[in-house]
């Protein structure tokens, strides 16, 4: 299995507020998240395809294709948006890192080809992320839980 | 489609410490055949990237797998409070017995952190330098290295 992945980047705006929480609980629970005008990000996507590389053209998926799908399902719906209000995808959602990462996961997973979709993983900044994947069986090979060496 | 969707959330932290590689029970020699310059007795430093990655259901109520507050918290107390701005060789008990490599920095800053409350622990990552890169994730069949 060889796995390929296409980075983008896209900017937008969010804030963190649950209007089942107080005031004061939101400010509690989510710090300057939940700041009343919002504030954004540069966030980079990185989407990984895995599969075994086509016998004819070399390729695990077309990157045009790839970078088509991303320009249509992501850049378009979030790119220069607010994600609290813009994306209905997110409506009635918290837009933290996890749940825009699973938006993205569900968007982008039926236009790949079945099982092809190996991970989603969004920046929010250099130094957090959240990652979506399928979790492997027991005996399936790439899963994260079964690492057991230190491994340079 | 099979597996369960799985969401892990990932942060780095810095830390900057000194190390020595040195293995008492090896010659003089052989430190310096097996280390290279990583064995100079007056030790040296890196500033290291630790990239902890945890998982578990997003809470409908936050959108968060874990309160990051916590886990920021909990990460300063129990592994960067001990490391940041210290020798491992003499400051952090675990480098008493073993050598201090990055690969044996995983496996404490794992034991360190696998009994964090509100997501499971997937992994632990470490920079050394831009070059080289560790990880662990953990062994089911390791007796708890405590």
């Known amino acids: 299995m060889v796995l390929l992945t296409r980075k983008i980047e896209f900017s937008a705006a969010h804030r963190y507020d649950n209007p089942a929480f107080s005031p004061e609980e939101n400010r509690r629970v989510f710090g300057k998240c939940n700041n009343a005008h919002g504030h954004g990000h540069n966030y980079t996507l990185e989407v990984t395809v895995a599969g075994e590389p086509n016998a004819v053209t070399g390729m695990v998926m077309d990157l045009k294709d790839l970078k088509d799908l991303l320009e249509r399902e992501i850049m378009q719906r979030m790119d220069h948006r607010n994600l609290n209000v813009e994306v209905p995808e997110l409506a009635g959602k918290i837009p933290t890192c996890e749940n825009i990462a699973l938006v993205i996961w569900n968007l982008l997973e039926p236009k790949i080809p079945a099982g092809r979709l190996h991970r989603v993983r969004l920046y929010e900044s250099d130094d957090l992320f959240a990652d979506c994947y399928r979790a492997t069986t027991a005996n399936g090979n790439g899963s994260t839980r079964q690492g057991s060496a230190v491994k340079r | ?146």
């Open chain 2, 1 to 146: 489609m099979s597996g369960e969707l799985k969401v892990a959330m990932g942060r780095r932290y810095k830390f900057s410490a000194s190390h020595r590689l040195h293995n008492a029970a090896l010659s003089a020699d052989e430190n310096r055949e097996i280390y290279g310059k990583c064995n100079n007795p007056h030790g040296h430093g890196h500033n290291y990237v630790l990239e902890v990655m945890v998982s578990g259901p997003v809470d409908a109520a936050t959108g968060m797998i874990a309160n990051l507050a916590d886990l920021d918290a909990y990460v300063e107390r129990r592994v960067l409070d001990d490391y940041d701005h210290k020798s491992f060789n003499e400051d952090v008990a675990a480098f008493r017995k073993m050598v201090p490599t990055t690969e044996n920095v995983c496996v404490d800053i794992f034991e360190r952190l696998k009994n964090f409350s509100q997501a499971k622990l997937e992994r632990v990552r470490v920079e050394e330098t831009g070059n080289n890169t560790f990880e662990y994730a953990g062994d089911a069949n390791e007796e708890p290295n405590l």
